[in-house]
């Protein structure tokens, strides 16, 4: 008799979504996660532990959401004529505590639209991607997005984006407050007829849930709420604890998961726990949520889900393109939450987009969303001027921080099954395991698309005001500033990929894996294609659709 | 040589003390308000950090949830204690790996303690700290911090840093109110 219904490894948005709706189902539920809680109190009534801050020490410079690159190192290449790899280290590395990556993020929760489910049939292949269309549909995902939206708890303006798919409510709350700096910059961007607006945003407008409205400190991105208003896991990981059928164990490293003699069915977790004490739990289902560089990583480990030849392949991030606008007076972006504003413009494109696609021999140019966003805290905007003479005096001037406007367009990345998360024995983590290697480059529609966005935006942010404009891409791309750097994006997609066809992708339309079937992915490694929307409640509402298909079959 | 605040040195010497202190002025030098790096306390965050195993907890990551310096009670002072494999991080970032083999599972780790002690070691009377780029880049990266950080890590005496560039730090839990967030 196995010990749980469900194990949970990973306590981000996607476990901590499984875990709250299995629970509510009536299962219990095991979750494991790798990193510490700093999150909540795990006994009644799981108030918050205080121990988040506006701290840009703690936060920024020593690792406190984890993980430590010292203890987990990653490796990077651009591809195999890198030799083993070329980088070691902190390789975007996501939060690696209970809460996972949504305790970070700054919780911009966008939509996908309908096209971005079917962008092989609508558009036909890319040569040197593998271009796919989504095996769930916009209409099949709409009750889940707003679910997700229930969940987390959104504000937005339902009525602000013209580009929105379809949906069947208001979002939960209202937006809050608009930054200084879209005042200046969504006429400029409506001047010059693009179409910005009020991002919708998992942080409280007002009171929701049992949590307070925000309050605008400005500290979001990187950070974890002090005050509980963001939409964080806090308040699912709460309600599945709150059941009494759940057991949330930090510290708890997932090593194996364990299989029946014939290989088919999961019959649980092999782990290390916070002693370093080896442990096995039972379940009769696993489900597994450590995003899309973890999730391979265990499954290759594990030696399963991988008959397809898929685990870790078709890689994905957003390929950043951060257009930077110098203004001679401050604009104060660390007020408020971070990015207010978005714009659509970029994926939907335009005529002259689809003119530069035909002459490239593509069959369109998706970009992503743009953010209308500032820098982050003083000592990041210290340790990027140089040291010396000038270093005070340009601090003061703050050009780089308080007189500036970024905006970051999260550019969609094409799948390419050379893209990937593999194992690299010749490095080790703290545990002794292998540690996983990115091997990745970009298509050359996203460097085309990003280069082709740049100039554009710079003219947004000049007619705005800015004195001078520069743009930089993550990763970096021929002809910038900064052509070798990898990928800074944290958001990861890929990995194990779904699909109808079990010859070509890991996982079934319910994110289950076609070789084990009781073994369910609930996080971003499942997209087939990366869109350029953040992925977060895409993840959060394919979570809840797998995890209510989940506790139907028990 | 002044020092505010703290009562003995915890890892450097006084002679280590008082040429971090020159360096730093070197790195973040006054100008306005701003006192520079060695008035702002780079040398007491540096000694903080390297000496951080001689408080328990140890002085890595401060408290919260506030400050105190926009209300609540505060908390930033009561540093949280770290995990068996935290500790076995910082210690090896700060010590060094010292050949044991617990922290050298990818190789040997050299320490900040190491980098100090040899990198100020082998300056010259000038103080010509692109002789030692290793400790040039090391001590940039602490002054940055202790100038623009939060001064519960021993650094930004008297929020010197934060005041020269009109930043208010940690806002919680007023936070700012939405007109404050949207006007100019």
Redesign the interface.
Known sequence: MPEFDVVVVGSGPGGATAADILTEAGASVCILEKGRNHLLALEPPFAGLGRLSNDEIKFQRRHFLGPDPLLEPRTYRHSAADGERRVTGDINNMPSTVGGAGFHADGKLPRYREVDFRLASEYGPVEGADVVDWPVDYAEMEPYYAEAERLIGVAGDHTGNPFAAWRSGPYPMPPGADMFLTTLTVPAAEQLGYHPYRAPTGANSVPYDGRPSCNNCGFCAFYGCPIDAKGDPVAMLRRSLARGRCSLRPESVALEILVDGGGARATGVRYLDADGAEQTVTANAVVVACGAFETPRLLLRSGIGNSSDRVGRYLMFHLQTIVLGFFPFNVHAYKGRDVTHLMDDPIVGDAETVSVARAAGLPFLRGGIVEHGGSGHPIMEAMHLPPGAQHSALMAESTTRDKMVAFTMQGEDLPQPTNRVDLDAGVRDVWGLPVGRITYQPHPHDVLCSHHWAPRLEAVLRGAGARGTSWVTSPGTPGTIAPDLHPMSKHWMGTTRMGVDPRTSVCDPWQRLWDVDNVVITDSSVFPTSTGYGPTLTLVALAARAARALAASM | MCRVGRVALQFLTEHEYDVVRRLAD?????????A?GGAAGTADYVDMTLGAFDFDPPR????????GRFGGDA??DQF?PL????E??WR??IEGSRGEAERE??GP?RGWQEIYREGIAALGDDLDLDRQPEL?QLL??H???A????PE?GGNRDLT??R????A??????????A?????
């Open positions: 070197q790195l973040l030098p006054p100008h306005g308000e701003f520079g890595i990551w401060a408290g919260g949830p506030f400050s908390s930033f949280l995990s068996r494999l935290e076995l991080a090896t970032r599972w990818n780790v040039k940039f990266e002054a940055c911090e100038c623009y950080g939060a890590y840093g934060w020269a560039i009109g930043y730090g940690d806002v919680q839990p007023r936070g700012w109110t939405d404050e967030v949207t006007s100019a």
